[in-house]
């Protein structure tokens, strides 16, 4: 095995084993990165010689026998819309273009604190509004398993990152599935967390109420590994729950699902989905019950029939009133105008983007008097009608299997043939957004045109430990992703298609 297919976890014993060194590792992703970047474009900045340093540090400590963290000398890779200190963080806007922010984001600091070698920042859509990555200010990220298509969105950068091997992790933000579908597109493990396991503190915010900082990886051990790093009280963020958080390593210890109840959605027509992916929820349903578990049909109909138009209303009313602080003069670029109002026209008119300047009209809309009423306040009260939905569901059911996506992962350039297939394809990620649940995305292996399948588990909001403990039992039964070659479409052959 070459050691930029190795697991986070495989990564961090042979460094301290010393096995091999986190400056080899380091080089061996950046290789890779250098050799297939040309055709992703995945990584909006690199930074080689800091990760070079961080590295030479990590094997120095280790030399002189000294302590180091869980993740000591392992790559990784944060989306470009998590604060790094001296370090250009543009989320992908170009009112952000040269932006250098004066202090890290909370996870960043854990993820060094816990030796983690900080490799760039990847790409997303435009202030992670969008569902493909091509609202980018670098243009499109391709998918690594095949590059005539998508990557997800947003977070498609961090997710091309792990599936293409330049590191073993990657930090997204999924606000409503932007990592949980990428993740499901490129074939790798991500998991959104429950609404307030992870600081937002430093997250350049696209909806507060739902933003969450969500770890990607080809492993479930290693979202679990992440997640012990990132889930921890933060007095920054006063969203961010104070409690003391479970051993989430020792969750995924679980030896099979011997007296779990699991709900498999049932409330779709075959039909209104691609067959392969409404296949994959049945493969999954017949694992559950191999390794034990009690599987029953379920259904959601509020959150299908409401949840994409309640995830919109919400999220671009928060939107519009977050990214009223990109005015010219406080962050990022500025434009001149004759009065004070121009000037904002000006700015905010030539630096955000289409889909970004989109939304935060409809969002200002939203919150204007009278559609307030008609809209945003009914949307306040779906969204708790959604949450005792689940919460009814919760009292029948361990966890819930669900698709992440719809469908397959779009050909680039869908976005402007078929936009609004863009906005329903978040159907089965923004209902568990909006009532803050735990999803996982789990990969199931490859079809047989070597297109990655999947399904989302969904747990009780704060069991994310128990999530990540029923992901890992299945995980054992359906195999981890490999590492792509980007422009290598892998044909699997019959017989070895997704478990
Ligand atoms: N696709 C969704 C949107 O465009 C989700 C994005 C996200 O989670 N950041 O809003």
């Not at 202090?103 to 060094?112: H, P």
């Not at 990557?151 to 950068?157: D, E, K, T």
């Not at 104070?242 to 709900?263: M, S, V, W």
């Not at 630096?351 to 306040?377: A, D, K, M, P, S």
Request: overall charge negative.
């Amino acid at each position: 095995m070459e050691l930029y297919e190795l697991s986070a976890k495989e990564t961090a014993d042979g460094i301290r084993s010393k096995k091999f060194s986190a400056i080899e590792v380091t080089e061996a992703c950046l290789a890779r990165a250098d050799k297939f970047e040309g055709n992703v474009n995945a990584i909006i900045t690199l930074t080689a010689d800091a990760a070079l340093a961080s590295a030479r540090e990590i094997d120095a400590r280790i030399a002189r026998g000294e302590s180091v963290g869980p993740l000591a000398g392992v790559p990784y890779f944060a989306k470009d819309n998590f604060c790094t200190k001296g370090t250009r963080t543009t989320c992908s806007s170009k009112i952000l273009e040269n932006w250098l922010p004066t202090y890290n984001a909370s996870a960043i600091n854990y993820m060094n604190d816990a030796g983690a070698v900080m490799m760039g920042k990847t790409n997303l859509d435009e202030f992670a509004m969008g569902s493909s990555t091509e609202n980018s200010i670098i243009g499109p990220t391709k998918n690594p398993r095949d590059l005539g298509r998508v990557p997800g969105g947003s977070s498609g950068g961090s997710a091309a990152s792990v599936a293409a091997g330049y590191a073993p992790i990657a930090l997204g933000t999924d606000t409503g599935g932007s990592v949980r579908q990428p993740a499901c597109f490129c074939g790798v493990q991500g998991m959104k967390p429950s609404y307030g396991q992870v600081s937002r503190y430093g997250i350049l915010a696209y909806a507060s109420s739902l933003d969450q900082v969500s770890p990607l990886a080809r492993t479930v051990e290693d979202l679990a590994i992440s997640m012990e790093v990132l889930a921890r009280p933060d007095p920054h963020d006063t969203t961010c729950d104070a409690y003391d958080r479970p051993r989430f390593t020792e969750a995924i210890e679980l030896p099979d699902l011997k007296g779990k109840k699991i709900g498999v959605f049932e409330g779709f027509e075959s039909s209104q989905m691609d067959a392969e992916l409404y296949g994959a929820l049945q493969k999954t349903a017949g694992h559950c019950r191999d390794a034990g578990a009690v599987v029953e049909p379920m259904d959601l109909p509020i959150a299908v029939k409401y949840g994409v138009a309640t995830y919109y209303v919400t999220a671009l009313a928060d939107a519009s009133s977050k990214l009223a602080c990109y005015d010219g003069m406080r962050y990022g670029s500025h434009l001149d105008g004759q009065t004070l109002n121009e000037m904002y026209v000006n700015t905010r008119t030539a630096c955000f983007g289409e889909e970004v300047r989109r939304r935060i009209i409809l969002g200002t809309c939203l919150l204007t008097e009278g559609f307030y009423q008609n809209y945003y306040g009914p949307a306040l009260k779906v969204r708790q009608r959604m949450v005792d939905e689940f919460d009814e569901l919760f009292g029948r059911f361990d966890a819930y299997i669900l698709p992440t996506s719809p469908s397959l992962p779009y050909r680039i350039g869908m976005k402007e043939t078929d936009p609004n297939r863009l906005y329903l394809g978040d159907i089965f990620t923004v209902p568990i957004s909006l009532a803050g649940l735990p999803g996982i995305n789990l990969s199931m292996g490859l079809n047989a045109d070597g297109l990655p399948l999947s399904v989302q588990l969904v747990g009780q909001r704060y069991f994310d430990a128990e999530l990540l403990g029923i992901a890992s039992v299945l995980e054992r039964v359906m195999g981890k992703p490999r590492v792509a070659t980007p422009g290598v479409v892998e044909k699997t052959q019959k017989g070895e298609e997704a478990k």
